[in-house]
Each structure stands twice: as structure tokens, then as C-alpha cells.
């Protein structure tokens, strides 16, 4: 996992609860917490950060996982502004994800292991996202995604179909964006 992930965590808890929950963190997971932007650590630092954060603040890990998504997206509008200027809407960003958005990240950050997304307009409005992944972070792409609809003022609601948490072989999620929600 890119360094960058670890750097918008620190920034989005460090923001939400303050420099010594951050630290907290780094104590109880025996972490030196020096993440450079461009350099690669192992993905179990993520999921360590995340249990203790789960802990710390008596959340479950998934959905912190989900609040750091979606708290991180108004910091990756503010350093790539071209990615979201370039839509209206949250629907035509997030489907630029495979075509746009995560090629110029491998470019930005070589090495970084993104995800490739199936979606699929469905006969009722709602776009279907399939996610495969081995690191299972299918709560940060809702939370991003959420924040994304946020940053346009819309909002959205999800039906997580199928799980790789619930030993599906991959994720499944409808997502209806509706307009109208505070940044
Ligand atoms: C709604 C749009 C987006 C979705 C759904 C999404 C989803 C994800 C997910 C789930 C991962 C974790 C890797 C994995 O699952 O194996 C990831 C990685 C990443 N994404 Fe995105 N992403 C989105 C937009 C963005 C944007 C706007 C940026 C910033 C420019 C970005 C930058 C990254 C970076 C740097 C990584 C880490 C790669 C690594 O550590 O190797 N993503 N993305």
C-alpha cells in the first residue's frame, strides 16, 4: 500500500480527534508512523491501524474504514482538482475511477495497487459495482464514493449484495445516487 494512504489517515483522524489519537495509534501498534508518499508498505499496517483505531474510538474497523474514505475525498479534491472538475455529478466520476482516475494514479505513484471495477447500469437507474480485491477494502470504496456524492452535493445509499467478507468471491453493490446532500 502506498505511502499516501497512510498520510491521509493521519491527516483525517488527526483533523477529526487530534494529534494524540494519532499517536495513540501509532503506540498500540508499535508503528513508526514515517510514511513517505511514493514509498510501499506492507497492507497489514492499514488493517493494524485500523483495529486500533476500532478500539480507540469503540467503532468498528469497517466503518472506520468507510469514514476514512469518505473524509479523505474533500483532501484528494483539493490535490487533484482536474478529477472532479471534469464531472458534474458523482455517477460520471466514480465510473471514471477505472478509465481516468486510478491509470494516472499508477503513473503518480508507480507501484500502487489499485483495483479494476465491473459496472453495470441496471434497468431500474441504479449502477451495479462489482470489486475483487485481496485486500478486501470494498467499506473504502462506499466511503469514497460517499464522499464523492458529497463533494457534488448529492447523496447515496448502497445495497452490498455480495461480500468477500461474507465469502463471496466478490463484491456486488448497487449504488443510487440521488441529488441533494451537505458536503
Ligand atoms: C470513487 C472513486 C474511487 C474508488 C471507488 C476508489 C477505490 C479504491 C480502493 C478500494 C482502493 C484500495 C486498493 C484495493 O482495493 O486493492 C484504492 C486505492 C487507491 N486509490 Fe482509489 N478509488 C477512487 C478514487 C480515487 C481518487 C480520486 C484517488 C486520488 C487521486 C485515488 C487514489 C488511490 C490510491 C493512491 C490508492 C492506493 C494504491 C496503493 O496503495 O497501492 N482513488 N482505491
Known amino acids: 500500500m502506498k505511502g499516501i494512504v497512510f498520510n491521509l489517515l493521519e491527516e483525517v483522524v488527526t483533523d477529526a480527534h487530534g494529534e494524540q489519537v494519532w499517536d495513540a495509534l501509532l503506540d498500540a501498534t508499535g508503528l513508526s508512523g514515517s510514511y513517505t ?5 506492507p497492507d497489514e499496517h492499514l488493517e493494524q491501524l485500523l483495529q486500533a483505531a476500532a478500539s480507540a474510538l469503540d467503532t468498528p474497523p469497517g466503518e472506520i474504514l468507510r469514514w476514512f474514505g469518505k473524509a479523505a ?3 484528494l479534491a ?3 482538482p482536474s478529477f472532479f472538475s471534469a464531472h458534474r ?3 460520471p466520476f466514480v465510473l ?13 505513484y508507480p507501484g500502487a495497487d489499485v483495483p479494476f471495477f465491473d459496472f453495470s447500469d441496471e434497468p431500474d437507474g441504479t449502477l451495479l459495482m462489482g470489486y475483487r480485491s485481496p485486500r478486501k477494502l470494498c467499506l473504502l470504496s462506499l466511503g469514497f464514493i460517499e464522499g464523492a ?3 457534488y452535493h448529492e447523496s447515496t445509499t448502497f445495497e452490498h449484495l455480495e461480500c ?3 465469502g463471496d468471491s466478490c463484491c456486488q453493490i448497487k449504488i443510487t445516487f440521488t441529488p441533494g446532500g451537505a458536503r
Open 73 to 75: 475525498m474533500p483532501l
Open 89 to 91: 455529478s458523482a455517477r
Open 78 to 80: 483539493k490535490r487533484y
Open 149 to 151: 456524492a458529497a463533494y
Open 164 to 166: 468477500m467478507h461474507r
Open 96 to 108: 471514471s475511477v477505472n478509465s481516468i482516475i486510478h491509470p494516472e494514479v499508477r503513473k503518480l
Open 37 to 41: 508518499s511514493l514509498g510501499s508498505y
